[in-house]
């Protein structure tokens, strides 16, 4: 066998074992209160979201989105991924008998990631049950979906439970990643094998297993469903959770062989008032030395509620020096719709 199959092997090997989902799956005689793969698929709808193109997000996202909700009530309660809906002033979903549906926003949490829409009409499909991602393991079968019903259903591998640390001032600390990846992931639902909603999709990643782990090609991350439910009445009746915001700085940064640059300073932003700039490498938070992203955001955060003075260790070309970032409140810095 030669070298180049070898290394592959174990990609072959997730992918031949996630394909065995769904005969397994379909081999299984199913609880009375699972629901079928036709259940599955009729709960899931197609988002789309118009936002207007003066939108803090509209050139980096995009003025017209598209992506995946999933049912989770009898009252048309959808549940996507919250960059689709990030400044929207009008959703639109598509079920699966192609009958378009006006929806409103009815809130949206840019810590976790979630966004919660309600259809104005009623959709034709039994809810899927939330389910617990804390159960989810490593090794265990899962079945994502995305908004084109059965032929957008692909069975996948749970390759590691892990932090992830996004660029855009986000984490979670216990993410969900899979393999092989399914296309059209955002708000892709992430299903186990007892037919509940475990995860909704976030993202495409080029490494979804551990660090120092054998490659297996890209996978996707899920944000757990578990990051919903604390924070869920709280989106019902006011549009965003009511704990105090996090401090906030309005960059982009990445991590370079141990370094941390800053890639991009958003206009009209904290980090832009005091002077950030791109290429500007931040060695620590208030004199704690940082390397990661994830060090970053718990020494930023850690700091106190959003309106903080941040005092941030850079270096700018040849000089190292500390810069104060009086932090602020992302949600006002965005332009939302008013509902939320």
């Not at 892709?188 to 995860?199: E, F, K, P, S, T």
């Not at 080029?206 to 924070?231: H, Q, R, T, V, Y």
Request: glycine share 12%; no cysteine; net charge neutral.
């Amino acid at each position: 066998m030669g070298r180049h199959v070898l290394r592959h092997l174990p990609a072959i090997a997730a992918i031949l074992a996630a394909a065995a989902f769904l005969a397994s799956a379909l081999a299984t005689p199913l609880r009375a209160e699972q629901p079928t793969m036709d259940e599955l698929v009729a709960a899931i709808v197609k988002v789309k979201t118009f936002v207007p193109a003066d939108a803090r997000s509209a050139q980096t996202l995009g003025a017209e989105r598209e992506g995946t909700g999933v049912l989770i009530d009898g009252n048309g309660l959808i549940v996507t991924i919250g960059y689709l809906i990030l400044e929207a002033e009008r959703v639109e979903l598509t079920g699966r008998d192609g009958r378009k549906i006006p929806a409103e926003i009815v809130g949206y949490d840019y810590e976790s990631g979630f966004g919660l829409l309600r259809a104005a009409t009623k959709i034709a499909a039994k809810p899927i049950k939330i389910g617990e991602s804390a159960e989810v393991k490593v090794k265990d079968r899962v079945l994502a979906i995305n908004y084109a019903g059965a032929d957008g259903a692909r069975p996948a591998l749970v390759v590691a439970r892990r932090v992830f640390a996004g660029y855009w001032e986000y984490m979670l600390e216990n993410a969900i990643f899979t393999a092989p990846p399914i296309m059209e992931w955002g708000g892709a639902a992430l299903i186990a094998q007892d037919g509940r909603l475990v995860g909704i999709g976030s993202l495409i990643v080029n490494d979804p297993m551990d660090a120092g782990s054998s490659s297996i090609g890209p996978g996707n991350m899920f944000i757990p469903i578990d990051e919903l439910k604390p924070i869920m009445a709280d989106l019902l009746t006011q549009g965003r959770p009511s704990t105090e915001p996090r401090p906030w700085l309005g960059i982009n940064s990445e991590e370079v062989r141990g370094r941390l640059f800053i890639t991009r300073v958003s206009p009209g932003t904290p980090a832009e008032k005091a002077g950030l700039k791109q290429g500007d490498l931040i060695l620590g938070v208030g004199g704690t030395p940082v390397k990661t992203l994830a060090e970053f955001y718990r020494a930023l955060w850690g700091s106190g509620p959003a309106g903080v003075d941040v005092k941030l260790n850079i270096l700018q070309g040849v000089s190292p020096g500390e810069v104060t970032v009086k932090s602020g409140d992302r949600y006002r810095w965005l332009k939302l719709n008013r509902s939320y």
